[in-house]
């Protein structure tokens, strides 16, 4: 079954600025976590990341197809500082019914105040928050073990 990695804007700097808040990870990297993650449980990963709020809603409305069809098993989801802001991330989860486990690499609660609320979590299976790029791979098991 397929496994949708999606990353949200900026994702695309990790391990260039901010390793005291990112690690010193990138993208590349997190990719290959997940492929092997997923590998090892018999699935596939495609990761995919933009900076562009649309472009995340129609790979979210083309997973929900797949999930429909019954060829992907959902999405695992770090939505970036759309987390904090977007209602048409949250309508698109929920429209698609996609499973979707959010994951955020940063503690953003024990971060600033406007980083406390996610307009993704009442839409999402879970969440996994602030273990570095691991949360990737825990997202990714939690999602396949869920739809057991
Ligand atoms: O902790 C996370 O994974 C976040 O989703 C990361 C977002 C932030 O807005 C969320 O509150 C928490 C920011 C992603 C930007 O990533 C960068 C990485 C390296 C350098 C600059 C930005």
Known sequence: MKILVLNGPNLNLLGTREPEQYGHATLADVQHLCELTAKALGHEVECFQSNHEGELID???????????????????????????????????????LPVVEIHISNVHAREAFRHHSYVSPVAKGVVVGLGIQGYALAIQGLAGSAL
Request: charged content about 15%.
């Open 59 to 97: 790979k979210i409305h083309a997973y929900g197809r797949l999930h429909r069809d019954g060829q992907a098993l959902g999405a695992v989801f770090n939505p970036g500082a759309f987390t904090h802001t977007s209602v048409a991330l949250h309508d698109a989860i929920k429209g698609t019914g």
